[in-house]
């Protein structure tokens, strides 16, 4: 019996990369500092042929690497904005009082404040509801 004989035959490839855009916006005064604006994320889905867009509420976390390498991405900013109460969950999970204000800083669609990088690139990664994550790379 071949190795992947158990696996079901369905008579049409699988394909796993999943392909996508996240919707940003980079704010930028002119200044030594740069946030960034999460609008949403886009995913082609390759089972149907379609373009997955949704507007933040779509969204479970999305991350910047505010001096990006082109090499790796370092999660230096987290965001979450996870449509059932986020804040909830991770109190439960952590069986712990959560500080209000702080978890407000990281509930967000807009960044906070991050020194404009010296390499001259960052890069946002998104990661939408269904596990799909994709990445964008802006030079500022």
């Given at each position: 019996m071949p190795q992947?004989?158990?696996l079901k035959n369905t008579g049409r490839g699988n394909m796993f990369v999943v392909f996508g855009e996240p919707d940003v916006e980079i704010l930028d005064d002119g200044g030594p500092e740069l946030r960034v604006k999460v609008n949403g994320v886009n995913v082609f889905d390759p089972n149907?042929?379609?373009i997955r867009s949704?507007?933040?509420s779509g969204i479970a976390a999305w991350f910047i690497d505010t001096d990006y390498n082109e090499e790796s991405f370092f999660v230096r900013h987290a965001?979450?904005?996870g449509a059932n109460d986020p804040y909830k969950s991770l109190k439960t999970a952590l069986k712990a009082e959560i500080d209000?204000?702080?978890w407000a800083t990281l509930y967000a669609d807009t960044s906070r404040p991050f020194t404009r990088p010296e390499g001259g690139r960052i890069a946002v990664k998104v990661i939408n509801h269904f596990g799909d994550e994709v990445m964008?790379?802006?030079g500022v």
């Open positions: 992947y004989a158990e149907t042929g379609d949704n507007d933040t965001y979450f904005l209000e204000d702080a964008k790379v802006f």
